[in-house]
């Protein structure tokens, strides 16, 4: 299993962003992938989770800005970031949680 994460990039505060993790190498259509965090100096931490039913779950610092959605036929995750905060900027990561296996970060710098 190999999981790419791309999408991340620069933008003001107030603005959006939409990852995509893209998830190969398994005949799993789709299982439990979790998106992560790490800022600068700090612990890599729960973004929110897509389980294999598609059931989502958010950080509290995430709830109601972020959503996590899925495409099963083109195998990829997505986090859509809306109202981006400072406090956001982090290397965002996915996960395929069955196996415990990470992708490489994408940076998300939230700045004006």
């Known amino acids: 299993v190999q999981l790419q994460a791309s999408g991340g990039g620069l933008v003001q505060p107030g603005g959006s962003l939409k990852l995509s993790c893209v998830v190969s190498?398994?005949?799993?259509?789709?299982?439990?992938v979790g998106w992560y965090r790490q800022a600068p100096g700090k612990q890599r931490e729960l973004v929110g989770t897509?389980?294999?039913?598609?059931?989502?779950r958010y950080a509290d610092s995430v709830k109601g800005r972020f959503t996590i959605s899925r495409d099963i036929p083109e195998h990829t995750v997505y986090l859509q970031m809306n109202n981006l905060k400072v406090e956001d900027t982090a290397v965002y990561y996915c996960?395929?949680?069955?196996?415990?296996?990470w992708g490489k970060g994408t940076q998300v710098t939230v700045s004006s």
């Open positions: 190498g398994t005949l799993f259509t789709m299982a439990a």
């Open positions: 897509i389980d294999k039913e598609g059931v989502t």
């Open positions: 996960r395929f949680l069955a196996l415990d296996v």
